[in-house]
């Protein structure tokens, strides 16, 4: 007495969510496992073909084939802060005087609205000034200062006076 079997084999299927991947925040990354599969298992308890995310963390997925057979993958994602500069409170200058405008710490880039790229500029005219900085992990961050400008102080003294030899000016 015989009995037969059939035996199949079947191909493990095979994901790929990418490189570990690091992102500014406001950035929102998809994941996407592929399509083809029966089901989907994100370690989020979604279960769709991709994941949009804007967090950091170890995301993984399992899936499974109309077969049966199953393969995952992880990724992970590191979301980066935003630089943050300040250029400190609105100022105002004399006439003909100037001011060097400037951050207290470093960054990798500098644009300020004057179209220079240097690390501080020095203003002499009143009005409204911007840098935009990038960071090692290349994330912007911007800022502005208004620079205004003092009128020249009145000492009081009329246009013309005569005053005579050993005499004073009230």
Do not use: H, K
Not at 30 to 55: E, H, I, K, P, R
Not at 76 to 91: C, E, F, M, R, Y
Not at 133 to 158: H, K, M, Q, W
């Amino acid at each position: 007495n015989r009995d037969t079997i059939s035996v199949g084999l079947y191909q493990n299927p095979v994901i790929d969510l990418g490189p570990d991947t690091a992102v500014c925040q406001g950035t929102t990354v998809s994941f996407d496992a592929g399509n083809g599969f029966s089901t989907y298992n994100w370690n989020t308890g979604f279960n769709s073909m991709t994941l949009q995310t804007a967090v950091s963390g170890n995301y993984s997925v399992t899936v499974t084939d109309i077969n049966g057979c199953q393969a995952a993958d992880s990724v992970i994602l590191t979301v980066n802060q935003n630089p943050v500069p300040d250029l400190g409170p609105d100022v105002n200058i004399c006439s003909n005087g100037s001011i060097l405008l400037f951050l207290n710490e470093p960054y990798r880039e500098y644009i300020w609205t004057t179209g220079d790229t240097t690390e501080n500029i020095t203003v002499s005219v009143s009005g409204i000034y911007g840098v935009t900085v990038t960071d090692l992990n290349r994330c912007s961050g911007t800022d502005e200062i208004t620079v205004g400008l003092n009128s020249s102080p009145d000492a009081g003294l009329p246009d013309s006076a005569s005053i005579c030899n050993g005499g004073s000016l009230n």
